[in-house]
């Protein structure tokens, strides 16, 4: 079980990497601001022959979802292509600093007493049910975009 929301794996097919780009492409078109469409593909972000970043296209807002970065490796008969998602650095840094806004404010009041246990159990506990509610919402986004990632360049999806 993996704590902290950055995974990395690697996807091995047998096919040749421009076989593997023109599945990308297929499935991922560029970032764009707004989308007043439905029909569009799966994924956005940038694909080059090194590498691609890529996002899932959602019509909610989500915070979580991950950002999904490759690399290829081009072997002798397969394509190995590193893959490493994670939560946006912006969403880390706002994350660690609501923490430390919040501890550093409720951990000097319950020490100095001006708050009831009862109730200092509660401020102290809240974060906590917070990360774990972050925490089940990034690994769900990333399972999902880590199985059709894989159907995607396996020719599958």
Known sequence: ????????????????????????????EPTKAFRFSRKHAPYQGTISESGFQISRIIHYRNS??????????????QTL??????????VMAFLGFWF???????IPITLT????????????????????????????EANRSRSELSQIIQGEL
């Open 1 to 28: 079980m993996k704590i902290l929301p950055n995974d990395t794996f690697i996807i091995l097919t047998f096919d040749s990497l421009p076989i593997v780009l023109q599945r990308l492409n297929a499935k991922v």
């Open 113 to 140: 007493g001006t708050m009831p246990h009862q109730m200092a159990a509660i401020f102290v506990g809240m974060p906590m049910l917070m990360l774990i509610i972050f925490w089940v919402a990034f690994w769900s």
């Open 64 to 77: 979580l979802l991950p950002v999904i970065q490759g690399r290829f490796e081009v072997q002798s008969h």
């Open 81 to 90: 292509i590193h893959v490493q998602m994670s939560i946006h650095p912006f």
């Open 100 to 106: 430390l806004s919040w501890y550093g404010a409720v």
